[in-house]
C-alpha cells in the first residue's frame, strides 16, 4: 500500500478563504475587523519566524494583528501589566503570548492571566476543562487541527483505536481530548510508556506528538491506518521532517500528513478560527 497524502496546505489555504468571506460581512455588520495580539518576548530567531507567520496570516484573511515585540529582559510584572490590559481592549478579541517565554517568566502564571474568552491558543484550564467536559469553547489550535486533518479523509473515528505519542499539555492531551469527544477508544503514550510499538502497532489513527525525530517506525504502522505527525525537525542539510520515519510509514497507512505542509500550516489556521470565535462572541453572534 501506498499511503494516500493528507495535505494540510491545501486544507489550511481552502479554509483560510472561506474564513476570509466570512470575516468581510462579519466587519461590515458589526464594524470593526477581530482583533490579535500577539506578543513576543527576547530574540529566539524560530519563535520572530513563527510570530511573523502568524501576522501575515492574520492580514490574509483580514483580521488586524496588534504587536507587542517586548526585550528578554521584561519583567513578569510588564508582561502581566499588558495582559491585564489587552484583557480589557474591547478592540482585541485573542491573546496570544508567543511561548517559549526567558526563564525569568511563568508561562503557567501568563497563560492564565489570559482571559478564557481571548485564549486563542485554547492553553488556558478551562478552556481544556471545556474540551474535557465536552463542551468546547477555544480549542487548542494543533490538536484541533490534526482533528480537521483526520476527518478530512471521510474515515468515521467511532469505535476507531486512536494512539497519541506524547502527553504534553499543549498537544498530546488536547489532542486524546478531541479524539474522545470524536468517538475513538484513546491511549495515550507517552516518555514512560512500555513498549510504544505495541500500542502504535494496534492503532487505526497514530497521532505522533513526542517532539523525538523518527521515533516512530514504519514497520510499526498498521495497514491502512491515519498517521498524523505533529514533529517538525530540521536535518543537517536545512531539509524538515518529523517524528514518524515518513518513507517506511508510508508504504504501509493508508493515510499520511508530510512534514512540512502537514499540521504546520493547519496550526496557524485554527488560530484564526479561534479569534473569529472570540470575535463572534464578543460582538454577541448568536451560533
Ligand atoms: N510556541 C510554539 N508554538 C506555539 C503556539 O501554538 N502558541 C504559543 N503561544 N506559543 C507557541
Not at 529566539?44 to 492574520?58: E, L, T
Not at 487548542?140 to 468515521?156: A, D, F, H, V
Amino acid at each position: 500500500m501506498t499511503a494516500k497524502i493528507i495535505d494540510g496546505k491545501a486544507l489550511a489555504a481552502k479554509l483560510k478563504v472561506d474564513m476570509q468571506v466570512e470575516i468581510i460581512s462579519l466587519a461590515q455588520k458589526y464594524g470593526r475587523a477581530p482583533g490579535l495580539a500577539v506578543v513576543i518576548v527576547g530574540n529566539d530567531p524560530a519563535s520572530h519566524v513563527y510570530v511573523k507567520n502568524k501576522k501575515i496570516a492574520c492580514e490574509q484573511v483580514g483580521i488586524k494583528s496588534f504587536s507587542y515585540a517586548l526585550p528578554a529582559e521584561t519583567t513578569q510584572e510588564h508582561i502581566l501589566g499588558l495582559v491585564a490590559e489587552l484583557n480589557q481592549n474591547p478592540l482585541v478579541d485573542g491573546i496570544l503570548v508567543q511561548f517559549p517565554v526567558p526563564e525569568h517568566i511563568s508561562e503557567k502564571r501568563i497563560l492564565n492571566a489570559i482571559a478564557v474568552d481571548k485564549d486563542v491558543d485554547g492553553f488556558h484550564p478551562y478552556n481544556i476543562g471545556c474540551l474535557a467536559a465536552r463542551q468546547p469553547e477555544l480549542r487548542s489550535c494543533t490538536p484541533y487541527g490534526c482533528l480537521k486533518l483526520i476527518e478530512s479523509t471521510g474515515i468515521k473515528l467511532h469505535g476507531k483505536e486512536a494512539v497519541v505519542v506524547g502527553a504534553s499539555n499543549n498537544v498530546g492531551r488536547p489532542m486524546a481530548l478531541e479524539l474522545l469527544l470524536a468517538g475513538a477508544t484513546v491511549t495515550v503514550a507517552h516518555r514512560f510508556t512500555n513498549n510504544l510499538k505495541s500500542h502504535v502497532e494496534r492503532a487505526d489513527i497514530v497521532v505522533a506528538a513526542a517532539g523525538k525525530q523518527g521515533l516512530i517506525q514504519g514497520e510499526w504502522i498498521k495497514q491502512g491506518a491515519i498517521v498524523i505527525d505533529v514533529g517538525i525537525h530540521r536535518l543537517e542539510d536545512g531539509s524538515l521532517t518529523g517524528d514518524v520515519d515518513f518513507d517506511s510509514a508510508s508504504k504501509r497507512a493508508g493515510w499520511i500528513t508530510p512534514v512540512p505542509g502537514g499540521v504546520g500550516p493547519m496550526t496557524i489556521t485554527m488560530l484564526l478560527g479561534n479569534t473569529v470565535t472570540a470575535f463572534k462572541k464578543h460582538v454577541g453572534v448568536v451560533t
